[in-house]
């Protein structure tokens, strides 16, 4: 039997008591919107420091490699903080955040993309700690922020300048880089050539800046790492046509943007043939639209043609190979858009959109033109000597299989991406874990002249540098506790140099060992990892749109 219960409204005393008393459904609802906004950060905090966890055994030169795979199935082994989050699953939102804070320091530093998602994990960790000790995050947010300020002007007193005719202390900072890559073997004959592509690009006493695009980084499969090259010209990864040309000497360039091959209508349509005259009339037509473009083209006085991929038609074909065979004319087809303004510049050729264009002046020049072999079956183009003023080379990278061919390629590109650092800030600094643990001992010293909840919060940040160091040592299974406490002790006493040395291990001065890092990378990844924790700790709430 259903019984029904009536529901009496209250009196407006009753009401008013009810309200001034605050009541049991009114504790629990205030209690509650205030456990969300906390409950929001953990979970941020937790999501984020996951992703940090996950690429934290990859730090330094004893660092483990992720092998990833694909949708389709490729495999990448590498260990680059940048390039293993780039190709992570990544949902949650505030974890994006640390991708994207990778993403930031490769752009800003090109190095120490691991370095800056660890360290803000360990800033996030500190800063979950002082949130359930019930400090409120704005103050948490602001005290970081003196000790990111406090943190820059402690690095700056503690570099070391450079100069940009110092070629051996360049070599060493970026032997330092690639030391923690898959071909760190190779890092004696790298680490010179990225110095020498960057060198070859820049007027060292006037440079604030470098622009890698100047430098085309080519991987091709063949040969061994140790075949790795620098190319003062162009290296162009497809091969040449069947022309029974290999070999230009003082060659003129033609880079071309139209195709070699019959037109076709704006629409799809279809011309039916009825007779053998009517198709007889077609390819002789074909033939000579062919032959006229080809006589045009070496009438400029072209004798090396460059033709620009078209996904619409052929760029070249059998009829148009045949001529340009007969005219002794090297060809190499299917050049990609993104090479256009490269291959241009560096040869002073400009690109002709139509035959009607194809002028001796519009050509490039340069001293030699060849198809060479690099092991494996595979060929390349190479163009050296070209006679323009452009500073802009290439980099033949070659690995025994595509794996490390790729490997090889984002090392040297990290590698030009150090020196490209010093070259707008021209200081160094050591590495090992030196500077962090300096920083370390000199914000503990600055937390303790000041006084409340910054000075704890200040502390908090402090601590939390020596996550680099303790990774490191863990890293090259050495125990990370009594390491990073002896470093501790080494740096009180006054070393400031003194760094891990995971070969050795143990700690010695880092710089006598030769390894250094600019400025900026630390300074980059100091920054990045506390806007970033600044940012994360700011939100409150996760608000889904339809």
Known sequence: MATK???AKPSAPAAAKVAMSGGKSGKKKQFRDKEKPTDIRLSNIEAAKAVADAIRTSLGPKGMDKMIQGKTGDVTITNDGATILKEMQVFHPAARMLVELSKAQDIEAGDGTTSVVVLCGALLDAARKLLQRGI??????EA???????AVEVLTGIAQPIKLSDTESLVKMASTSLNSKVVSQYSSLLAPLSVEAIMNIIDPATATNVNLKDIRVVAKVGGTVEDTRLVKGIVLTQKAQATGVHRVER??????????????TDMDNQVVISDYTQMDRILREERAYILDLCKKIKKSGANVL????????DALNDMALHFLTKMKVLVVKDIERDEIDFVSRTLGCRPVATADHMLPEHLGQADLV??????????????????????TCSILVQGSNKLLAEEAERSIHDALCVIRCLVKNKNMIAGGGAPEVELSIKLAQYAATLSGVESHCIKAFADALEIIPFTLAENAGLPPINIVTELRNRHAEGEAMAGINVKKCCITNITEENVLQPLLV?????TLASETVRSILKIDDIVNTR
């Open 251 to 264: 060659a003129k360039v033609a880079l071309i943007q139209f195709c070699l091959s019959p037109p076709k």
């Open 306 to 313: 460059l033709i620009q991929k078209s996904i619409l038609r």
């Open 522 to 526: 630390s300074i980059s990844a100091i």
């Open 5 to 7: 219960t009536a529901t």
């Open 136 to 141: 409120h995050p704005t103050t948490i947010s």
């Open 370 to 391: 060849e198809e060479i072999h690099i092991g494996g079956g595979n060929k390349v183009v190479s163009i050296t000597g070209c006679q323009t003023n452009a500073k």
């Open 144 to 150: 970081f922020q003196v000790a990111q300020n406090k």
